[in-house]
């Protein structure tokens, strides 16, 4: 991958190189081998601590690290959801908004296109993106590479004027314009030479902590469409749906074969066990269907007219319901 500082400068490489304790190309480390765009105004050249955007050390595998790095980016997202808002529509314009996370926790839906789709205005999907935007860990829900270091400056409490300048400028990083940098920023070499330690330090990808999983599409159980008369036509999705069929022609086929009474009776299990699964399988998808359509129902408001008319709603009041 690029190096933020490929080129040439006139300013003081070596105070960086000797402040540092690096050269001034290894400033950041070795790059995670992407050549994604982690924002719209810097390509990818930053370089991730860890070498490869995971929390593994270089020295090995370590179960423990393992087992707590097992939950996806969603799942952590959706913790934070379910206890950061109690408003339901709020809820779910967060999970909308944690759907458009990609695997390096960056926001990449368009925050209009997610209100029109939810029937809300634009304000609503805006402070929803400001509470996410403080969920753990920081630099999360961010749209590009500025912001996604300025929410964890902020957290650090270091998001200071000549800091918010220095991020505004990162192209003048990129190019290694340290004498306008300083200028703009307002401080002296010294203090610069903190502030890029200090922006070093911080994770350009938050997300990659996390096992992949991010950026899963959720398969849906029913599908939902609006019929000419105004009513709601559901549908299991078939692709969802367990694919199991016994073969009564193969088992007439064997059990004559049986040799005596206990190969009988194993056949006889199979053939019991398989019915067993077929008809539990059968039960489960009226079961979803039955679930879906009372919840359509009682949320034709909210399907209709948008999320504003979302009303709460609890598996013990759609099961009162189906009975």
């Known amino acids: 991958g690029g190096d933020w500082f490929e080129t040439e400068t006139a300013w003081s490489a070596e105070a ?7 050269s001034l190309e290894n400033l950041f480390p070795d790059d995670p081998g992407t050549s994604e765009r982690l924002g ?9 601590a860890s070498g490869n955007g995971s929390a593994s050390s270089s020295d090995g595998f370590d179960v423990a690290d393992m087992a707590a790095a097992a939950i996806t980016l969603r799942e952590h997202v959706g913790e ?18 944690a759907d458009g996370l990609d695997e390096a926790g960056y926001m990449r839906a368009d925050m209009a296109e997610i209100a029109a789709r939810l029937g809300t205005d634009k304000t609503a999907v805006t402070n929803a993106l400001a509470v996410c935007q403080t969920f753990e860990p920081a630099g999360i829900f961010a749209r590009d590479l ?18 918010k300048a220095l991020i505004a400028n990162l192209e003048l990083l990129a190019r290694r314009d340290f004498q ?30 996390f096992s992949g999983g991010a950026s899963d599409a959720i398969v849906a159980d029913v599908e939902v469409r609006a019929a000419n008369d105004g009513s709601w036509v559901i549908e299991l999705n078939s692709e969802t749906l367990p694919r ?24 006889a299990e199979c053939l019991q066990n398989a019915n067993w699964l077929t008809r539990s399988l059968d039960q ?40």
């Open 16 to 22: 960086i190189s000797e402040k540092l304790d690096t």
């Open 40 to 48: 719209p105004d810097l390509t990818a050249q930053w370089k991730s």
């Open 80 to 97: 934070q959801v379910a206890l950061a808002f109690a408003d339901p529509a709020a809820r779910l314009i967060a999970s909308e908004l």
């Open 146 to 163: 500025a912001e996604c270091l300025s929410l964890q400056l902020a957290v650090r409490d270091r998001l200071d004027p000549a800091m």
């Open 180 to 209: 306008t940098l300083k200028r703009i920023c307002g401080v002296d070499e010294e203090d610069l030479l903190d502030m890029l330690a200090e922006i070093r330090a911080l994770d350009p990808r938050p997300g990659m902590a």
């Open 244 to 267: 199991v069929l016994v073969d009564h022609i193969y088992f007439a086929q064997v059990s004559p074969h049986a040799k005596n009474q206990t190969e009988k009776d194993f056949l």
């Open 284 to 323: 489960r998808a009226k079961t979803i269907l039955k679930v879906a359509s009372e919840i359509v129902r009682q949320q034709d408001a909210f399907l209709v007219h948008g999320v504003r008319h979302l009303k709460p709603l609890n598996l013990r009041t759609v099961a009162d319901a189906i009975g």
